[in-house]
């Protein structure tokens, strides 16, 4: 086998390892996916700037995220059914951010429950939150991350509705759930990833599951899911779930400078500019062209944060050198994953930070919280010039 060694290398081999249903899952957008395309695409734009005779001995990526100490400033995104890329996927992932020094944040829509991962697990992790209308159930998983002793909530406010995936209604990844044929024979196929899940016990929303009144198995969790996301959250909401919480709050998806006002105004401790890599609105501009924008707005008054189309230490850079505090990545870490388990994981965080530290140390750079705009070339019309 071919060394691994970058990003797309660990994307081909989760697309054979793993069924057709969940790799399309991932590597998919909305509608017409132009802002899943544009998330990558757009960060080619812009260059780096070359420095030579700098001593770049004793270099470090180390930083701080939220207050909190991580090795790159690269946090594993909330990827919902990240145990079914892979058996127990979420504690593999989670394991793998340990040992690096980095987040990992479990989402509400997991496959392992939130106190698998930390009985899996020795540090803090981060949990995502999407806003249910069941308050019972609300009020309760506040309360489970709570007692695993989580030190962020990353509350996702971009999705009230579901954005559309061609594929996922193609393949049957629907509620309810109907597998084509096609993707039956499929997965028979994907032995290595059969074999797997045979072994385990978690195959269904562990957080959920057992959790929510009327929810005892996957046909009517289905049920329950397609109706519970809030279509009235709003910024009092937002504040009131804040309060419930308690601790460092993170709310993702912020897209539009005023918006991240709002977040400011509401007492967030850090923002993700963030369009959920490209799988809600259709047609939104890039997370890399709006951060600018939202920097000049909120930059010295909360920590922000962007994610979608990160797949390289050197996308990650370009964003750091920009303002960011820190980064996300979500299918850069699923690509690991599905390729090769915790082991995947750990490559595709290893990529990234080799990446990052010889872009860093090329640009004539030790210490990456030294990365600036002078490290970088933006095209004058980067946002584009729009009416
Ligand atoms: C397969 C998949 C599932 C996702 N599930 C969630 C989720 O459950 N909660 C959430 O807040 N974001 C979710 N996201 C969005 C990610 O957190 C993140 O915003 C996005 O992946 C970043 O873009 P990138 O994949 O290009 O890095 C998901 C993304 C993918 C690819």
Redesign the pocket.
């Known amino acids: 086998m071919a060394a691994i060694t970058n990003i797309n290398d660990l994307k081909r081999q989760h697309k054979r390892r793993t069924p057709k249903m969940f790799y399309d ?2 590597e998919s957008g909305s509608w017409t996916e132009q802002t899943f395309r544009e ?2 695409t757009d960060f080619d734009q812009i260059r780096f700037k070359q420095r030579v005779a700098v001593d770049m001995q004793d270099r470090t990526t180390a930083t701080k995220m939220i207050g909190q100490d991580v090795a790159m400033p690269v946090a594993l ?5 990240t145990g079914m890329q892979c058996a127990d996927g979420e504690i593999k992932a989670a394991k793998a951010a340990e040992k690096f020094g980095v987040p990992f ?1 479990l ?4 496959v392992c429950s939130i106190e698998d991962v930390a009985k899996h697990t020795t540090k803090p992790f981060w949990f ?1 939150l ?1 806003v249910m209308r069941d308050q019972a159930f609300l009020e309760n998983i506040i309360q489970r991350a709570k007692d695993a002793k989580c030190s962020a909530l ?1 509350l ?1 406010l971009d ?1 009230q509705i579901l954005g559309q995936r061609h594929k996922d209604l193609k393949n049957g990844l629907s509620v309810p759930l109907r597998p084509s044929a096609g993707n039956i024979l499929d997965v028979a196929t994907k032995w290595r990833w059969g074999i797997g899940m045979l072994r385990t016990q978690n195959k269904s929303f562990g957080n959920i599951v057992g959790h929510a009144k009327g929810v005892s198995d996957m046909g009517s969790l289905f049920t329950w899911t397609a109706e519970q996301f809030d279509l009235q959250l709003d910024w009092d909401k937002v504040a009131k779930i804040k309060k419930m919480w308690g601790g460092p709050l993170i709310l ?2 912020i897209m539009e400078p005023e918006d991240a006002r709002k977040a400011v105004e509401v007492g967030a401790d850090a923002i ?1 500019v ?1 369009n ?4 809600q609105l259709d047609g939104a501009l890039s997370s890399i062209k709006m951060l600018p924008a939202i920097l000049d707005a909120v930059g010295n008054q909360i920590e922000v944060h962007i ?5 390289s230490g050197q996308d990650a850079l370009k964003a750091i050198a920009l303002g960011a505090k820190g980064t ?5 870490y ?1 690509h690991g994953l599905g390729a090769n388990g915790e082991t995947g994981v750990t490559q595709a965080l290893q990529i990234i930070h080799k990446e990052m530290d010889t872009t860093m140390a090329l640009c004539g750079r030790r210490h990456i919280e030294t990365m600036d705009k002078d490290n970088i070339l933006v095209p004058r019309d980067f946002y584009g010039d729009w009416a």
């Open positions: 899952y991932c998330n990558t995104a909330p990827v919902g059914l944040t989402s509400t829509m997991s995502q999407y990353v996702t999705l993702k998806g993700v963030s959920h890599g490209g799988r994610d979608s189309g990160i797949r996300y990545i979500g299918r850069a699923i």
